[in-house]
């Protein structure tokens, strides 16, 4: 009997267990991690096959996090099962575990397409978890053509992270555009740009259709040879749990602003879940890291007995190839301002008094207040917008407000 | 928990701050060696207009939303000031995306840095507070802002 | 060498005190005996005594004690005396020869009464009448030096050890219900008589053991009243202060004390009693430049009564004790000892302190 | 024309290896001597502008600055100086009359350094001051000249209106306008935590400072700027602006650039109008009218204020003393010719007027020797520059001590003595908001209790030394001063013995 049981040990399993504690210092905790590493920052991976980080350094927490918090983890397994009744877990090894409260942070899985002759290629990867960056690394040499199959996040970052190390890139997506889900064309084309000033090879509106060996058939026609292949065409959240046990859940799980789902004494966290994005004012899946945390927290404070709800989410990104930065936030809806020089774009979104979105290429400085306008609803006329719009600063605000900013504990 | 506040009316907008950080945090005895012919990476950063300076730096928040947002755990809170493990950051710049202040940048090699109250070098007390010439960076307990 | 009043001189002293609150007359012999154990406290240098109820059958005179240095300037002060006073008796004020004492000058008493003509003229009473002329005297006839000027008491003062001074006026022949002494320790002078102590003005007299270190800002400030600091001496500045507060302004001689040892802000600030706190405050702010500061003990002798004072720090060592009617005031409590082995209630009267003794009314 | 140029006063010396082109310099300079050149990459400096100010040199982090006096000059000669030529070009060029500002800098002899203080030694004990009480209070106003008693025979405690000081020593006349609203705010607010006063000088008072009045002087010069009724009520005295040492005989002009919003309301005169304050008061052309004035003002305010009287040192300030003691007035102030000024013709400030020392000196025995020195009280300025000099012009006979530069030290001026520009680079003698804000009151105030403090400090050891332990024993206390290197002369009219004797 664990008081709280928790299924993933990422992000929202981290918060979920500090979310527990800032409450409860004594109740029992058990996560269950599919994967057999300490929590990690999953968007770290690409870092990792890039030099810039090790796996000495990629844990989330210091090494004796589990023990100082007081926390079982169950390594290597699955839950299968959930019984919100019987408050039981049924793993994959057959056992079940019974729990108090539970947080279903199961995160997504990669998307797979069922390409033509995709069993045929040997050497293909996912580029999701520790362990696909494991076996990437295991593999790639500088006699190595890559073949990337997706221009999103996860694609081109293991595109930056393998660069220096293959003697080839090619990227391939159908999108007509890098990064389609957060950048408009204008915004991708300049990414893009660097990223091929930075020897990224492209092959966009044309993605593979099928597979042989070494070999990439294109849509067009065209084939590309490759010996490393990487899928990375998207993800899709692990519901299943909850949805077998009768949660509502949509495209993710739905969640409340206490991380409650449907089900009694369960909860869910992270990129398996759907929440308000209230740049939209509509439930979608926001799977970004500081979300996963948030929600996590918000979900262990909650089962804990705490008040606590994480309802501002919006989807930003953060997200720099070879030094070149993009950042966007919100919705890109409403009135559009926009400032762009040869190698910076900024577009900000506004409706209804209020800042809803952005992307700013290349300025990416100070950044966070734009997107804490955005969070926080500030209303547009209580500052000064013609200043606020040239460049993200607290000097557009009033004195007052800077003054409650700035002038004491936050 | 003392913090850094800057009381804008004070402000002169002189930069001193910006240098007396760069020169702290560069482990250097000899300012002019420290910072003569290169661009500075300050921990502390003047912005304003024509009508008003301030400097602005870590507000050490106590509900950071910088740590947790950041993506390989770099952040965290050591008796309330908040650190970055510079072994850890890998430069996303996701914290600069959350810091409702514009607080945190980059150092030179990108790598996240930011105001650790210059409890890390040797200064022992804030470089930008003592180098103010104007008193308007002060280094002092408060309570929330009303 | 520069003499008193051409230089001002620091010294250390002794004094002393009797008082018979009763009235009763006492010979000068224990004033005399009390000054013997504190000789190391001089050093021949000047010593003199005041006795109070001395002339009774002279009591309604202003008797002045007048030092000459030669007859002809006797001549022209006696003359000079007969334009204000009716003198009703002269005469020389008997000493004995002895060689302990020497070069002493022309020593004469006059007991006087002033015209009451030349009052009404100068629109002064008669007090104020007799300081002036006495000052005149002493600023302005020179070689003649008037050092005692009040009814029925006397000053007698000379440069050698008190206790040879006492003998050389022969003070065992008089009797006085008062007595007070003083044995000087000048520091750079071959000592003058009329620089001795007591310092007389009208019946004050004062003997005073200190160096104050306000004397020019008293002074100063004194001197605006018609007072001349010939001799540029504490004692003489201290005795002018107590007659400009208790003669010409009227207050008590508490109220003097609470001016010239005036209680520090502190303190005023701490008083209980909202009527003395501002009284204190008054006074200080009022008579701000007749503040003493610096180490002072005094005896101020005046008709009926003396009042012995300590600087408000205490800087000067001074005790009083008392025996049936007999109080006695005292450098050092070995003085008192030797004319009263008995002595009791012996304390040492904290700074700023004022011990006022009278002798009890009707008993004079 | 070639024939006007004058070779910068000041040469601006910059260690290149130090310089990090922080360009804080730059940005602290209202005179704008520094600027960054691009196309060298580095920083340059127009020195013709530079006043030597000192800002620059203060906060360049580096000290890879300093200011020197500029060695090129013309062929020496002991009588034409370089300064009396370069003075006669300047008005042979402009037709102008010469304006400075802060005190006579000319090598005039300054009697405090040729004064020295007692010591007690064996006769009597020196006091410390960190054992025994040391007492500073002192009260201003006339003191009444006799004792009255109630019928119960009480002693009736009604003075006239006093000012009371927690130490001898008062921040001079400057007015808002001619310094800062800061520099005022720092010195209302250092008075305030003192425990003495500052004086508005004759720019009225802002509104923000009348809950500092108990620690105020309302000044009522010859202009009347800023007098009305709630003013006059608000101080703790009044003073009557008769003259100021720095320019004896000369009225005031502040400039119309510096009568901007604030300063117009408080002196009540038009924004941009220059303020003009007569050489005389209109309503005063003998010691008679000024009684009239003294009494309307007391009038005014119900008897409960003490009347200053100021005016400068000049030749007979003895009779004119006297004359003011007898007006009624409380307070006599007199201010010396070695005083500052925001501007004043350079002609006048540097040869107009006398010593304060000697001024001090000879109006405090008049005063004495008329018997009413106890009717006034005495206070003295015109470069009272440490705590020894006021040390010594209590002893000489003054009540207390007006200072106004070395509170513009505190402040951070640098004299430069050009306070006439408006542009000071301190925040003190300026209008100029970016300017002015240099000023932080916070740090102003602080760094004037700091002077005042230290200077108690040093007031109460050299009094403990003297074996006195309250300021009013040392007042007129000459017998505490020795003279060295003055002539008989001079000790006869300072009233105090040689060194020696």
Redesign the interface.
Known sequence: MSDYLIIGNSIAGIGCIEGIRSVDKTGTITVISGENHAAYGRPLISYFLEGKTDLDHMNYRSPDFYENMGVDVIYGKKAEKLDPEKGEILLDSGETIPFGKVCVSTGSSPFVPPFEGLDTVESKFSFMTLDDALAIDAVADESKRVLIVGAGLIGLKCAEGLKNRVKEITVCDLAERVLSSILDTECAALMQKHLEENGIKFLLGDSAVSFDRDKAVMKSGKTVEFDILILAVGVRPNTSLVADAGGEVNRGIIVDGRMATTLKNVYAAGDCTEGEDISLGQKRVLAILPNAYMQGHAAGVSMAGGEESFNNAIPMNSIGFFGFHAMTAGTYEGDLYEDKTEDSIKRLFTKDDLLKGFIIIGKEERAGIYTSLIREKTPLSSLNFEILKQSATTAAFSPDLRRKKFGGMV | MKRVYVNEEWCLGCHLCEYNCAFANSGLTDMAYALKGKPIFPRIHIEGNEKVTYAVSCRHCTDPICVKSCIAGALSVSEGVITVDRDKCVGCLTCVLVCPYGALSPSEDGIMQKCELCLKNSCGEPACVTGCPNKAIVYEERGAAN | MLKEGQI?I???CAISAIISRDGNRMTGEDIVKSMIPMHDRSNGLGGGFAGYGIYPEYKDFYALHIFFDSRTTRKDCEAFLKEYFEIVEAEIIPTRKMPEITDEPLIWRYFVAPFQSMLADMQLDEREYVARIVMKINTELSGTYCFSSGKNMGTFKAVGFPEDVGTFYKLEEYEGYSWMAHGRYP?NTPGWWGGAHPFTLLDFSIVHN?????????R??I???GYKCTLQTDTEVITYIMDYLVRR???TLT?AANVIA?P???TIGREPDE?TK??L???R?????L?????FSIVLGFTGGIMALND??K?RSMVVGEKDDVVYVASEEAAIRAVEPDAENIWAPAGGEPVIVTVKEGAL | MAVDFIYPEFEVIRNEDRCIACRACERQCANEVHFFSTEREKMMSDESKCVNCQRCVSLCPTRALKIVKSDCTLRENANWQNETIREVYKQAASGGVLLSSMGNPKPMPVYWDKILINA?QV???P?DPLR??M?T???LGK??D??R?DEKG??I?D?PP?VELSMPIMFSAMSYGSISYNAHCSLARAATELGIVYNTGEGGLHEDFYKYGKNTIVQVASGRFGVHEVYLEAGAAIEIKMGQGAKPGIGGHLPGTKIVDDVSRTRMIPEGSDAISPAPHHDIYSIEDLRQLVYSLKEATEYKKPIIVKVAAVHNIAAIASGIARSGADIIAIDGFRGGTGAAPTRIRDNVGIPIELALASVDRRL?DE?I??NVSLVVGGSVRSASDVVKAIAL?ADACYIATAALLALGCHLCRTCQTGKCNWGIATQRPDLVKRLNPDMGSERLVNLMTAWRHEIMEIMGA?????I?????????LRGVGLNEKELEILGIAHAGE
Not at chain 3, 285 to 289: A, K, N, Q
Not at chain 3, 291 to 295: A, D, F, H, S, W
């Open positions: 001002r620091p010294s250390g520091t200190g160096e104050i270190s306000s004397y020019d800002a008293n100063r400030f001197e605006m009243f302004q009227g207050l109220e005036a520090f802000w502190s009527e501002k009284r405050a008054y006074l702010t009022v008579f701000p430049s503040l003493v500061t610096g180490p408000r720090l800087l | 007690s006769t009597n004990p006091i025994e009480p007492e209070k002192v009260f003191k009444p006799k004792i008693r009480n002693i405690c003075l006093q004495r018997g020195r106890n006979g003297m074996g006195i332990n309250s009013e024993a040392l007042r007129g206390n000459r017998l505490m």
